[in-house]
């Protein structure tokens, strides 16, 4: 939440909340203070809507005390998970010192201290009997409760500090899971640089910061939002954004990144998008979203745990009743399968979303990753996909004698410059590119939908399409028509120039495909994508022969943007599992409808909110590595499922044969359970693309 420093002394802090900060958020705040090391006291006013802290001094202190203030919900979560991770390793002390003790204590002492001992584990059991059915603590209060009864005192100890022990380490691992995501959760810095009007740099909250200011961030600075370089240059490491294993030079004209860190120079950033719309506010929301929504397998990963308590309670009766052996009870009783169930399938999904993140890619919780690892149909908005969102000039013809090609590329782009058409900016950007001069030209007229017309070296130029300049303007270009048909059969749009009604040049343009389109495509049919499916609005020979190019099995083309998502719910028809990648505002739609939507990082805000995952690297290979991480994780958890069934079924009829004593079963289970967790916790990496392109 938003806050001023009302007054400050060395040792102490006067915080005022906002208006809008009600008695709750007051609360919060004081007690996420509270909790902070370096805090000598807390005092709340909620009426007054202010904070005074006492404090120990230190800078660091007083860093925390502020960034706690902005997300207080975070520091009391920090708070709680410290104070739990402390309290579940003293009870793991308690139970091993209440073992050691069991051996030194005479009879009527050791007793007493047994009970004192698993009585929580004992009432943990009767009150989930009452309120939620047969779960796993049902069966942990039987286990103990066995050898308890019969007077096994060593036993009932013992087994109490191994579920103790096991359960630390799940909490632990699960907690571990959680804390790699949310180290992705960068907090804003309190205070900016900002270039003034009059070009002076201040200093400014963050809060108060806007879009359309210019930022200035220097060396060892990390860019506070996302923007355009109107400035300077600098290396930045966007490594905790996109995956770039190396720091990226920046110029004007580059795209800058909330997240970043300038390494080296110093940039002046104009802000597009700040706070909760930039890069890193997005990841912070789709973390959120990510921890709080479990994927179908997670669910099923549940129900399957809770089942398997009913699997051993009538494994034990059953063998209760045909050996009458109690050590044998207490042997089954002690098999759980359900921690490793239930545990292991979000910690891998929560692992495989810090990796993507490292790969870059954004994805919104497990469920994404389990559709996206079902995927065999993948559909593409061709525009800002397989090609980037601009053209580039493959061809110039010249039809005048006394023109050469520079010369011709000179005089369009001089016209040209005066209108945004993608046509116009690429021979635009190719004449700066070669360094071309301006040509002097009289006032520039628009026909808007058709092309541009001006005097430039005594002469009217015309440029535009081939139905401006034939049939508006009686050029003809039939002399030039078998060079015209060959361009467009190879799929180039075409900008014809006319000087004085007569032909003077053709220029042939293309979209300009992604270096790595071929390859990953390659790659998805590698992974077991069976069809690849092109949707765009280019005509037919334009289309076709990208398609062709590419080895895309399907074309659409000549399609209005509100066809996607109806082709999209017709694939999804024949029974297929379908991914879409786009980029616009129209393929919201689409995005939706597909089992998997995928934006690519350039994306339109609403293709961005509607997409399941967001490449953040402007790299369509991201997609292959996010194809092939979901389905490691996939397997991977269905691995640890086989594995957990297996081993504990062998632990199961170990005990039921009496081969194994409570001891060693309540061993030998724990250390499966947390054997399968860590694996979880760790397993299905995957190389970012930039080094899978090493590679």
Same mark, same amino acid.
């Given at each position: 939440m938003n806050f001023t420093i009302a007054h400050e002394l060395p040792k102490r802090l006067r915080l005022r909340l906002p208006a809008d900060a009600d008695a709750w958020g007051v609360t919060l705040a004081a007690v996420a203070l509270e909790s902070l090391p370096g805090v000598a006291d807390v005092r709340a006013n909620v009426k007054g809507r202010s904070l005074a802290v006492d404090h120990d001094g230190r800078a660091s202190t007083r860093a925390a005390i502020l960034a706690a203030v902005q997300r207080p919900g975070n520091a009391v979560e920090n708070a709680l998970n410290r104070r739990e991770e402390a309290s579940g390793f003293g009870q793991v002390l308690l139970s091993a010192s209440?073992?050691?003790?069991?051996?030194?204590?005479?009879?009527?002492?050791?007793?007493?201290? =047994?009970?004192? +001992?698993?009585?929580?584990?004992?009432l943990r059991g009767i009150k989930t009997a009452a309120t939620e059915g047969l779960k796993?603590?049902?069966? %942990?209060? *039987?286990?103990?409760?066995?050898?308890?009864?019969?007077?096994?005192?060593? =036993?009932? +100890?013992?087994?109490?500090?191994?579920?103790?022990?096991?359960?630390?380490?799940?909490?632990?691992?699960?907690?571990?899971? %959680?804390?790699?995501?949310?180290?992705?959760?960068?907090?804003?810095?309190?205070?900016?640089?900002?270039?003034?009007?009059?070009?002076?740099?201040?200093?400014?909250?963050?809060?108060?910061?806007?879009? !359309?200011?210019?930022?200035?961030?220097?060396?060892?600075?990390?860019?506070?939002?996302? !923007?355009?370089?109107v400035n300077g240059q600098a290396f930045v490491d966007q490594s905790t954004v996109t995956g770039e294993s190396l720091p990226i030079p920046k110029e004007a004209g580059d795209e800058?990144?909330?997240?970043?860190?300038?390494?080296?120079?110093?940039l002046v950033v104009l802000a597009e998008r700040v706070g909760a719309a930039t890069t890193t506010g997005r990841i912070s929301r789709y973390i959120q979203e990510a921890l709080d929504r479990p994927s179908a397998i997670q669910c099923m990963s549940r129900r399957q745990a809770d089942k398997r308590v009913m699997i051993t309670l009538a494994s034990g009766a059953l063998v209760f009743a045909l050996t009458r052996d109690w050590k044998r009870l207490e042997s089954v009783f002690l098999v759980d399968y359900s921690c490793a169930v239930k545990f292991g399938t979000p910690i891998a999904v929560k692992s495989a979303m810090y990796k993507a993140v490292g790969n870059g890619c954004l994805v919104k919780g497990g469920q994404a990753i389990e559709n996206l690892a079902e995927v065999d149909t993948v559909v593409f908005d061709k525009t800002g996909t397989l090609t980037h969102n601009t053209l580039e000039v493959t061809d110039v013809h010249c039809l005048d004698s006394g023109l050469d090609e520079e010369g011709l590329l000179a005089l369009v782009a001089s016209l040209a410059e005066h209108t945004s058409h993608p046509i116009a900016a690429a021979v635009v950007q190719l004449a700066h590119h070669r360094h071309l001069a301006h040509i002097?030209?009289?006032?520039?007229?628009? *026909?808007? !939908?058709?092309?541009?017309?001006?005097?430039?070296?005594?002469?009217? *130029?015309?440029?535009?399409?081939?139905?401006?300049?034939?049939?508006? $303007? !009686?050029?003809?270009?039939? %002399?030039? =028509?078998?060079? *015209?048909?060959?361009?467009?059969? $190879?799929?180039?749009?075409?900008?014809?120039i006319a000087a004085d009604g007569a032909p003077f040049g053709l220029v042939a343009l293309k979209d300009r495909v992604r270096s790595e389109s071929l390859a990953t495509l390659d790659r998805l049919k590698a992974l077991g994508v069976r069809q690849t499916v092109m949707i765009t609005g280019d005509e037919k020979s334009k289309a076709l022969q990208l398609g062709k190019q590419l080895g895309i099995d399907v074309v659409h083309y000549e399609r209005h943007p509100e066809e996607k998502a109806g082709i999209i719910e017709q694939l999804k028809a024949e029974g297929r599992r379908v991914a879409f990648v786009g980029d616009g505002v129209n393929d919201g739609p689409a995005l939706m409808a597909a089992h998997v939507g995928i934006a690519m990082p350039r994306a339109a805000d609403i293709a961005r909110a509607t997409a399941d995952v967001v490449l953040m690297e402007d790299r369509l290979d991201g997609l292959s590595s996010m194809l092939e991480l979901a389905q490691g994780t996939m397997r991977l958890i269905k691995s640890n499922f086989r594995a957990s069934v297996g081993i504990n079924s062998a632990i199961l009829a170990g005990a039921a044969l009496g081969k194994l004593s409570p001891l060693a079963t309540a061993t030998l289970h724990n250390g499966t359970t947390i054997g399968i967790l860590l694996r979880a916790l760790g397993g299905g990496a995957q190389p970012s693309p930039r080094e899978a392109r090493r590679q």
């Open positions: 209440a073992v050691a003790a069991a051996k030194l204590l005479p009879s009527p002492f050791n007793m007493l201290l =047994t009970w004192a +001992n698993v009585s929580e584990v004992l796993v603590e049902v069966l %942990d209060a *039987i286990a103990i409760a066995l050898p308890a009864l019969r007077g096994e005192l060593m =036993t009932a +100890n013992a087994a109490r500090f191994l579920l103790d022990l096991g359960s630390y380490i799940e909490a632990s691992t699960v907690q571990r899971s %959680d804390t790699l995501l949310r180290s992705l959760l960068r907090a804003s810095p309190d205070m900016v640089w900002v270039e003034d009007e009059l070009g002076e740099v201040v200093q400014v909250p963050f809060s108060s910061l806007k879009g !359309g200011e210019r930022v200035v961030v220097g060396t060892g600075e990390t860019i506070a939002i996302d !923007g355009i370089v800058a990144l909330a997240g970043s860190v300038v390494r080296e120079g110093r002097s030209h009289e006032e520039v007229d628009f *026909i808007v !939908g058709h092309g541009v017309s001006s005097h430039a070296n005594g002469r009217l *130029i015309r440029i535009g399409s081939r139905h401006y300049l034939e049939e508006d $303007e !009686g050029v003809s270009f039939a %002399d030039d =028509t078998p060079l *015209i048909e060959r361009w467009r059969s $190879e799929g180039k749009s075409l900008l014809y």
